[in-house]
């Protein structure tokens, strides 16, 4: 629930919030992200033989790189059409 609302926080964010708005909804996706991931890794660990864990945490640890990758794709994009602005496409030192 805690990184629902705060994804939702920073799918709203504009240019001309303020840092600390910003900063705020990265903290609470990521005290989120603390209480999930634990318990998440625990169960998909459990899930598998001790032969294969090496496996499965590679497999998970690469999926939520990817997810980490794309959600630092998304975001900008997403800002940059809300803004209605294309400093991505550009460049930023235009």
Not at 31 to 53: C, D, E, H, L
Request: hydrophobic share 45%; charged share 5%.
């Amino acid at each position: 629930m805690i990184i629902a609302l705060a994804f939702v926080g920073l799918l709203l964010v504009g240019v001309q919030w303020l840092p600390v708005i910003v900063t705020g909804c990265l903290f609470l996706f990521g005290i989120g992200g603390g209480y999930f991931q634990p318990a998440n890794i625990s169960t998909i660990m459990q899930s598998g033989s001790t032969n294969n864990q090496g496996t499965i945490g590679s497999l998970q640890r690469m999926i939520q790189n990817i997810a980490i990758a794309n959600g630092t794709r998304t975001i900008p994009l997403r800002v940059d059409t809300l803004n209605n602005k294309s400093v991505i496409s550009r460049g930023c030192f235009e």
